[in-house]
């Protein structure tokens, strides 16, 4: 069974461009979330997205938005870019549904990085 | 978020047992014990949860105190593959009016020696 796919693997940008971000979760899978590691840092997450709305977001900027499609691949656009932003964007996803917390499966992350 | 308190770092030798502690007193009675591991440059990688029972799976096994103010993730026989940051995630359903945000807290890193 394939896992969690992202891609790029790596993209470089400059400060003020956007980036976009792929995420593919695992078949069957309706709940995507996006999380931010900072060189150094821990995780910190970004968005959950369920069955093509967003459920929850984190403490980021609105300049960091995102969608998922309806066959649940989901995309992280990242507008106006700050050197700050230079980070591992994973991606994981899980089963949906209110009823438990569903383990999450990560990508293997798209490492972003603005000059 | 509920908080967790693990030791900052363990260490084993390989292919013996090994015991990671997690302190949870302030768990809720909806509240999953998650453990997840990161291995360096790598993403998180899921490895056990429970609720109220203890657990087993191909990767490892978790221990859940009665009481449920603490828990131990059980690794049988430490391999170097093992050597990583574990982490011990409180989460609560999603439809309880909780996040499935993933909080990693500075975890135990555990050093596994040939």
């Known amino acids: 069974e394939a896992g969690v796919t992202q891609s790029p693997t790596h993209l470089i940008k400059t400060r003020g461009q956007q980036a976009t971000l792929r995420c593919s979760p695992i078949?069957?899978?309706?709940?995507v979330y996006w999380y931010q590691q900072a060189l150094g840092l821990g995780l910190q997450f970004l968005l959950w997205?369920?069955?093509?709305?967003?459920?929850n977001r984190g403490n980021f900027p609105p300049r960091f938005s995102g969608r998922q499609f309806p066959n649940y691949s989901s995309e992280l656009n990242v507008n106006a870019l700050e050197l700050e932003d230079s980070a591992l964007y994973l991606c994981?996803?899980?089963?949906?549904?209110?009823?438990?917390?569903?383990?999450?499966?990560f990508g293997p992350g798209t490492r972003l990085t603005v000059t | 978020d509920a908080k967790t308190t693990q030791p900052n770092s363990m260490e084993s030798n390989e292919e013996e047992p090994v015991h990671l502690p997690c302190n949870h007193s302030?768990?809720?009675?909806?509240?999953?014990i998650h453990w997840y591991r990161q291995l360096p440059s790598q993403g998180p990688e899921y490895v056990i949860h429970?609720?109220?029972s203890n657990v087993n799976n191909r990767m490892a096994s978790l221990a859940i105190a009665e009481d449920r103010k603490s828990s131990t993730l059980i690794l049988h026989r430490a391999t170097l593959r093992d050597a990583a940051v574990y982490y011990c995630?409180?989460?609560?359903?999603?439809?309880?009016?909780?996040?499935?945000?993933?909080?990693f807290g500075t975890g135990t890193r555990l050093l596994v020696s040939p």
């Open positions: 302030t768990i809720s009675g909806t509240d999953y």
């Open positions: 994981a996803s899980s089963l949906g549904g209110d009823s438990r917390p569903y383990e999450q499966y």
């Open positions: 078949s069957g899978h309706t709940s």
């Open positions: 997205y369920d069955e093509g709305e967003e459920r």
């Open positions: 429970g609720l109220t």
């Open positions: 995630i409180l989460l609560r359903p999603p439809g309880n009016t909780g996040f499935q945000k993933l909080v």
